[in-house]
């Protein structure tokens, strides 16, 4: 049996793209998404580079929760079978922090801190996007077969949803003023 190693991650990996960068391309992949060195966006998203274990036999990647994210794990779901042209998420948490992974293929990240927006392109299993509270989330432009897990850090709560962006902007905003007040 060949022993396990891991794998450190490349320098060229996926992260925040331009959405007007991107051209599509005839297989399905993007072929002109570039990749920076820069590892968070100004929302307080950011790329989680998840560990790494090669062998010959197959992959794994595993996530311990406060240990590789910010938080213990309490929920864990995911989303497949996204029909073409529709967007599924829609939402912020009041208090709930979410590491969102393409598990198989790929889709786009929408996410709005109430000031910034920006869009991440997640297609690599070992890395995950870190998305903190109060962080308005779409996630849309799935590949066929695509397969999105989320991590979860508490269980699911209807009253901890923001589903109105418009009441999620003035929320928003105005945990931001009183921050800023303090």
């Known amino acids: 049996m060949a022993p396990l190693s891991?794998?450190?991650?490349?320098?060229?990996?996926p992260y925040l793209v331009d959405v007007d960068r991107r051209?599509?391309?005839?297989?399905?992949?993007?072929?002109d998404d570039q990749r920076v060195n820069a590892r968070a966006g100004r929302?307080?998203?950011?790329?989680?580079?998840?560990?790494r274990v090669a062998d010959p036999r197959g992959n794994l990647t595993f996530v311990e929760g406060d240990q590789h994210i910010p938080f213990p794990i309490a929920r864990?779901?995911?989303?497949?079978?996204?029909?073409?042209?529709t967007s599924r998420g829609g939402h912020a948490h009041k208090q709930l922090e979410a590491l969102i992974i393409a598990a198989t293929g790929s889709f786009d990240v929408s996410v709005d801190d109430g000031v910034h927006q920006e869009r991440f392109f997640l297609n690599r299993s070992y890395h995950g996007l870190y998305v903190p509270r109060m962080t308005w989330r779409e996630l849309d432009n799935f590949s066929s077969g695509g397969v999105?897990?989320?991590?979860?850090?508490?269980?699911?709560?209807?009253?901890?949803?923001?589903?109105?962006?418009?009441?999620?902007?003035?929320?928003?905003?105005?945990?931001r003023a009183e921050q800023d007040a303090a």
């Not at 929302?43 to 560990?51: A, E, F, N, Q, W």
Request: glycine share 8%; aromatic share 10%.
């Open 23 to 31: 051209a599509p391309h005839p297989l399905g992949r993007r072929v």
């Open 43 to 51: 929302t307080g998203c950011r790329i989680v580079d998840l560990p």
């Open 6 to 13: 891991t794998v450190q991650p490349s320098a060229v990996e």
């Open 76 to 85: 864990v779901y995911y989303l497949y079978d996204v029909p073409g042209g």
């Open 148 to 175: 999105c897990l989320v991590l979860a850090s508490a269980v699911y709560e209807e009253d901890d949803y923001v589903r109105d962006h418009g009441e999620f902007l003035a929320a928003a905003h105005a945990e």
